[in-house]
C-alpha cells in the first residue's frame, strides 16, 4: 500500500501564533519576487506603506513611493536584472501593530552574480492597513564570510 509523504509547512518550525503571521505575511513575500522578476518597481512599491524606506545592499537610501521605487529599479537594473526571487519568512515577531520579519531572499541567475545563486537575509517591518499587509521598512543584506584562521 503507498502512503502520501505530507509535504512539510513551511513555517511548520515557528510557534501557532508567529506561523499564523508568517503564514498572512508569505504572500506578500510572494508577490515582491514576482514584481521583481518581472522588474516592475512600480508595482513591487506599492506594495510599501506611502512612508516606508529601504536601504539596498549596495546603501541606496530610498523613501516614500518614489523613494523605494527608484531603489527598487536601481536593483532590479543591477543585482537581479535576469534574476529569479524567492523570499521565505523565517521568524516574525509582533510589536503592537506591526511584526519585524526576518526572511531569506534567494537570487537566482542574476548576471551581477555570475549565474551563481545569492542568498541575502532581509529584516523587515510591516504592518496591516485595510486589511492588507504592507511593508513600512526593508534592509537587504548579504553576511559576510568569516575571516580564516592560520
Known amino acids: 500500500m503507498a502512503t502520501q509523504q505530507q509535504q512539510s ?6 510557534n501557532p501564533m508567529s506561523r499564523k503571521l508568517a503564514d498572512e505575511i508569505q504572500p506578500l513575500m510572494d508577490e515582491i519576487a514576482a514584481c521583481m522578476d518581472r522588474g516592475d518597481a512600480a508595482a513591487a512599491a ?11 545592499p549596495m546603501g541606496l537610501r530610498g523613501t516614500g513611493t518614489a523613494g523605494v521605487q527608484k531603489v527598487l529599479t536601481a536593483d532590479m537594473a543591477a543585482i537581479l536584472k535576469g534574476a529569479h526571487s524567492h ?3 523565517e521568524a516574525v ?7 519585524f520579519i526576518d526572511a531569506m531572499h534567494e537570487v537566482t541567475g542574476s548576471s ?15 504592518q496591516k492597513k485595510s486589511g492588507a499587509w504592507r511593508l513600512m521598512e526593508a534592509r537587504p543584506y548579504a553576511f559576510m564570510t ?4 592560520h
Not at 93 to 99: F, H, I, M, P
Open 112 to 126: 551581477a552574480g555570475g549565474g551563481r545563486a545569492m542568498e541575502l537575509h532581509v529584516a523587515l517591518l510591516a
Open 9 to 14: 509547512h513551511l513555517h511548520a518550525a515557528m
Open 93 to 99: 515577531r509582533q510589536l503592537g501593530d506591526a511584526v
Open 87 to 89: 523570499f521565505t519568512v
Open 146 to 149: 568569516p575571516p580564516t584562521t
Open 46 to 56: 506599492k506594495l510599501f506603506t506611502e512612508d516606508a524606506t529601504v536601504i539596498s
